[in-house]
């Protein structure tokens, strides 16, 4: 048993430090042995279900796709300076071959909070490649985005369709006005219970 009347502060100190490492290190989880990519590919299932029913037009240059990485929740708030961030999974011929991080961050004239979701659409071998080879890939900002609106024909023009990486934001809401993945980076993960 603990006599706490004979703890000096010093030990009342180093024992709530020691308590508050503990209950860090115990909220720190890397997801191995959790669902945590079950929901993650659930997550994407309805991400890609909703692009196809709202987009229709979208579905043949998602089916032409070398890849598309699916990113279904992308949550971004800022007061000045801002920041996004996301998990999704790239899928080729429609099976998952690797989870995603989305991570960005921004300066300026910026107030409020917005979710949304976004696709890249790989069309070449070649941007799949690149894509899947860097260690942290970013879009740049002369990124081809395909902006959708309803009934409009995404995906069937011909601008789209010489792009090697399509991008398309959609299902967006909140507070803040835009939507950009222009400086995103993109890192392959072990998915987690964020």
């Known amino acids: ?7 000096s502060r ?7 430090l020691m308590g508050g490492v503990a209950l860090a290190v115990s909220g720190c989880n890397n ?8 929901r ?3 997550r994407v299932d309805t991400t890609r279900n ?4 709202t987009y229709p037009t979208v579905a043949p240059m998602i089916q032409s796709a070398k890849g598309v990485l699916y990113m279904p929740l992308m949550t971004e708030a800022g007061f000045g300076i801002g920041g996004a961030y996301g998990q999704g999974a790239l899928r080729i011929n429609n099976a ?3 989870y995603y991080s989305a991570t960005q961050a921004s300066v300026g004239f910026q107030i409020g909070a917005q979710q949304y979701a976004h696709v890249l659409i790989f069309q070449t071998d ?6 899947r080879r860097a260690p942290g890939w970013v879009a740049q900002a002369g990124a081809y985005y395909a902006l959708p609106a309803r009934g409009m024909s ?7 369709a010489q792009q090697p990486i399509v991008a398309m934001i959609f299902g967006q809401s909140g507070l803040m006005a835009g939507a950009s993945i222009a400086g995103t980076k993109y890192t392959r993960i072990i998915p987690s219970t964020f």
Do not use: P
């Open 126 to 131: 070649a941007a799949l490649a690149d894509f």
């Open 154 to 160: 995404v995906g069937g023009d011909t601008l789209s």
């Open 40 to 42: 993650l590919d659930a």
């Open 10 to 16: 010093r030990d009342l100190l180093l024992c709530g």
């Open 31 to 38: 997801a191995v042995g959790q669902d945590a990519s079950a």
């Open 50 to 53: 909703y692009l196809l029913q």
């Open 1 to 7: 048993m603990i006599d706490w009347n004979a703890m």
């Open 96 to 98: 998952t071959v690797d």
